[in-house]
């Protein structure tokens, strides 16, 4: 079972820039799809980005596509997102989550692992 802590998580500025990590360890980390996911005030999680086993293939929601870029480094054990031209909607903590298998998923019910999560709020 993979064990994930997410970290770089801050008060940044709208139109500021922010790279958020997930270490990964207990398992490998080759093996897990994974995915971001953030969860505002009130608001259910939902669903921003998710990258394959080996990192070819990427999915991200409408509103984060252009911003926003996931990747993965196999040697380091290590998932990232970065993110661009923040905007005051993106302030929610953002998890990262784990799936054995291939392909990563936009369901927040297909990932059995996941992170504390990390505070990202975006002033405007």
């Known amino acids: 079972q993979v064990q994930l802590a997410e970290s770089g998580g801050t008060l940044v500025q709208a139109g500021g820039s922010l790279r958020l990590s997930c270490a990964a360890s207990?398992?490998?980390?080759?093996?897990?799809?994974m995915g971001w996911f953030r969860q505002a005030p009130g608001e259910e999680r939902e669903f921003v980005a998710a990258?394959?086993?080996?990192?070819?293939?990427?999915d991200y929601r409408a509103s984060v596509k252009g911003r926003f870029t996931i990747s993965r480094d196999n040697a380091k054990n290590t998932l990232y997102l970065q993110m661009n031209s923040l905007k005051p909607e993106d302030t929610a903590v953002y998890y990262c989550a784990a799936r054995l298998g291939r392909w990563g998923d936009r369901a927040v019910g297909a990932y059995p692992n996941w992170g504390q999560g990390t505070q990202v709020t975006v002033s405007s």
């Open positions: 207990g398992g490998t980390f080759s093996s897990y799809a």
């Open positions: 990258i394959s086993w080996r990192g070819g293939v990427t």
